[in-house]
């Protein structure tokens, strides 16, 4: 794009200015004069209450579109959501999944160099993950060294399983995961897996709308999304262990019901009820803060 054309380059509001996320889904977004529109058709059903009808999209106000089941886009539309800057990822139901996602926005590399500097020393990698063990632990630990840190983590994990169990009224048995034979396992085991799938998936969507970078994490090394399984371990306890133990606890309730399933909707409408998305994207923002230098203590 020429620089100043029409006064396209100076009418892009700041990410920093902007309000989120826009959830769409189950109807096609096209660009109409200039304008983006986004049309529902059909009736209304539980995954989707948006009433059929047209709708004006304020794409220049968002910093990023998700488009959900059923829906389509147009050429048109994503030139426009690329002229102005605003991202656009394909998603599952209530961001269960991420199917794709845009590469990183040119003006919004503030965090993405942060966080890259941040991990290229030691000692401020060190502190970031302290901070996320802080943040899921309660408290912040004097230790600084990563497997010390795990171990703490490891063994409030078990006690965390123990206790949300016992509340939601289903056998725990402890964590148990064949990877050769996923449905081999009992139903809370087949729910944490389905459900750390969805909230993993709501990682990688915060991770995109930040433009950070996922393979750069600082509890998990070698995965090619740890940073993403850094952020979703965020909300291990409160929201994919209950989860997947109330959808296990329905699937044993009633025969018949897909685990799957129902760990998917059960971890979604959590997701959707809790504003994950938007606390991750908090949180992210909050730890390539440069003023929260030494905030780890």
């Not at 996602?101 to 942060?114: M, T």
Request: aromatic residues 6%; hydrophobic residues 40%; contains cysteine.
């Amino acid at each position: 794009m020429l620089i100043g054309r029409l006064g396209l380059e100076t009418a892009r509001i700041p990410h920093s200015g902007r309000s989120g996320l826009l959830w769409l889904s189950r109807g096609t977004l096209r660009a109409e004069d200039g304008c983006l529109r986004f049309s529902r058709s059909g009736t209304v059903v539980e995954e989707d209450p948006l009433e059929p009808g047209e709708y004006a999209v304020p794409f220049q106000s968002v910093s990023m579109v998700l488009l959900g089941p059923g829906s389509a886009v147009t050429h048109d539309a994503l030139r426009l959501l690329a002229r102005h800057g605003t991202a656009l990822a394909a998603v599952g139901e209530d961001g269960v999944r991420e199917y794709t996602a845009p590469p990183l926005i040119a003006n919004r590399s503030g965090l993405a160099r942060e966080q890259a500097a941040a991990w290229a020393h030691a000692k401020t990698r060190m502190e970031i993950a302290r901070q996320m063990y802080a943040w899921r632990l309660g408290r912040t630990f004097k230790h600084r060294d990563i497997n010390t840190l795990r171990g703490i983590e490891g063994a409030r994990m078990k006690e965390t399983y123990r206790l949300v169990a016992r509340s939601i009224g289903i056998e725990w048995r402890g964590r148990r995961y064949d990877r050769a034979r996923p449905e081999d396992t009992d139903f809370p085991n087949q729910a944490l897996n389905h459900a750390s799938s969805a909230v993993e998936a709501a990682a990688a969507i915060a991770v995109s709308a930040t433009a950070t970078i996922p393979q750069l994490g600082f509890i998990h090394e070698d995965p090619s999304q740890s940073f993403v399984l850094d952020v979703s371990d965020l909300f291990r306890d409160t929201i994919t262990i209950p989860a997947a133990f109330r959808a296990a606890k329905r699937a044993m309730e009633s025969a018949g019901l897909n685990i799957e399933r129902l760990a998917r909707k059960e971890t979604g409408s959590a997701i959707a009820k809790d504003r994950t998305i938007e606390k991750m994207i908090g949180r992210i923002k909050e730890l390539f803060d440069p003023s929260r230098a030494g905030s780890a203590g």
